[in-house]
Nanobody, 123 residues
Framework: QVQLVESGGGSVQAGGSLRLSCAVS????????MGWFRQTPEKEREFVAA????????YYADSVKGRFTVSRDNIKNTVYLQMNSLKPEDTAAYYC????????????????WGQGTQVIVSS
C-alpha cells in the first residue's frame, strides 16, 4: 500500500497552465503505474492520463490529448500532470492514483488514491 498526496491545484484563466504533482510514499514506486482522474459534482470520476512504471507507456483521454502531459520521476517518487491551454471544462477535482504494476484507464484498475486537488479555470 502506498500513500499519495497531490499538490499544485489552483485557479487560472482559460489558456493558462498548471502543473499538478503527486508525491508517493514507499520504496517500490517504479513498480506502480500511475494515473490521473478528475471529477466534478455533476459528473462521475473520469480518466485523464496514465503512465507506466518506467514511463515508457502513456495514455490520455481524448479530451486532454495534445494539451496535458503526464510524466514521472522515479527518484523523487513523484508523478506530474502538466496542463496547458486550459479550458473552463477542465475545472474539476484532480485525483492521483496508483496501480500495482499494470497500467490501466479505469478506476477499478487503481487501488490507491490521493485526496485530490482542485483546479478552477475561469473564462
Amino acid at each position: 500500500q502506498v500513500q499519495l498526496v497531490e499538490s499544485g491545484g489552483g485557479s487560472v484563466q482559460a489558456g493558462g497552465s498548471l502543473r499538478l504533482s503527486c508525491a508517493v510514499s514507499g520504496r517500490t514506486f517504479s513498480s506502480y503505474a500511475m494515473g490521473w482522474f478528475r471529477q466534478t459534482p455533476e459528473k462521475e470520476r473520469e480518466f485523464v492520463a496514465a503512465i507506466s512504471g518506467t514511463g515508457s507507456t502513456k495514455y490520455y483521454a481524448d479530451s486532454v490529448k495534445g494539451r496535458f502531459t503526464v510524466s514521472r520521476d522515479n527518484i523523487k517518487n513523484t508523478v506530474y500532470l502538466q496542463m496547458n491551454s486550459l479550458k473552463p471544462e477542465d475545472t474539476a477535482a484532480y485525483y492521483c492514483a496508483a496501480a500495482w504494476f499494470r497500467i490501466g484507464t479505469r478506476e477499478a484498475d487503481f487501488g490507491s488514491w490521493g485526496q485530490g486537488t482542485q483546479v478552477i479555470v475561469s473564462s
